[in-house]
């Protein structure tokens, strides 16, 4: 079945220093999207990608979209203690509109 | 985006009994689906709620287990039957709008069931 994998699984980081996580899906994505799930919630939206190759900002939040749609990443630049909790990658395979999941990375930043 | 009111907001259950969770979105939405997520583990696809005729299951997922209703375009229920303690999870309602451009998915806050 269609699989969306993420690495690394947990990432401990002391504050300030950067965060990256990666998404790797076993088929080609009509769009990426990214969530934060904070300890105790649930997943909120950050952004849709859907471009090949697209990369998209958000203040300390990089995020991008491979050329073959099949692998995205975020990277957080400066860390901080409002950073805390999972991030997830979930895409949409071609012709469908739900989404998958990936596995999520657990990102602790200490102060 | 879409306000998304789910209850109860946790549970604990007997094995072998049913509960019927509900969500109640504040807005007409045409795509909702039910997901679960079990303790420190990703989000996964239970269904897609479909007004006006059977949910579309994921693969692992039967109707008999998690039926699903939906009503009307703000309503839905899913029901965990004959419950044993593998279905201790979050089940999360989810809908799906376009905001910006983007198609946004806005979770509930979750239902938590234990099953003992």
């Known amino acids: 079945g269609q699989q969306v994998m993420q690495i690394p699984q947990y990432q401990h980081v002391q504050e300030g220093e950067d965060f990256t996580t990666y998404c790797n899906s076993s088929t080609t994505l009509s769009n990426i999207h990214w969530y934060k799930q904070r300890p105790g919630g649930h997943p909120v939206f950050l952004i849709q990608l859907v471009k090949s190759g697209e990369v998209k900002k958000q203040k300390r939040l990089t995020f991008q979209f491979g050329e073959a749609k099949k692998n995205s990443s975020l990277h957080i630049t400066a860390t901080q203690t409002t950073d805390v909790g999972t991030y997830f990658c979930?895409?949409?395979?071609?012709?469908?509109?739900?989404?998958?999941f990936g596995t999520g990375t657990r990102l602790q930043v200490f102060p | 985006s879409a306000v998304i009111s789910q209850k109860p907001s946790r549970d604990i259950c007997q094995r072998g009994t049913s509960l019927t969770i509900q969500c109640q979105v504040d807005?007409?939405?045409?795509?909702m689906f039910w997901y679960r997520q079990q303790p420190g583990q990703s989000l996964t696809l239970i269904a897609t709620?479909?007004?006006?005729?059977?949910?579309?299951?994921e693969s692992g997922f039967v109707i008999d287990k998690f039926p699903i209703s939906r009503p009307n375009l703000t309503f839905s229920t899913l029901t965990v039957s004959n419950m044993s303690p593998e279905d201790s999870s979050i089940y999360l309602c989810?809908?799906?709008?376009?905001?910006?451009?983007?198609?946004?998915?806005?979770f509930g806050a979750g239902s938590r069931l234990t099953v003992l």
């Open positions: 709620a479909n007004q006006g005729s059977e949910a579309t299951y």
């Open positions: 979930a895409g949409s395979p071609i012709g469908t509109d739900k989404l998958i």
């Open positions: 989810s809908v799906g709008q376009v905001s910006s451009g983007a198609n946004v998915l806005t």
């Open positions: 807005s007409q939405v045409t795509m």
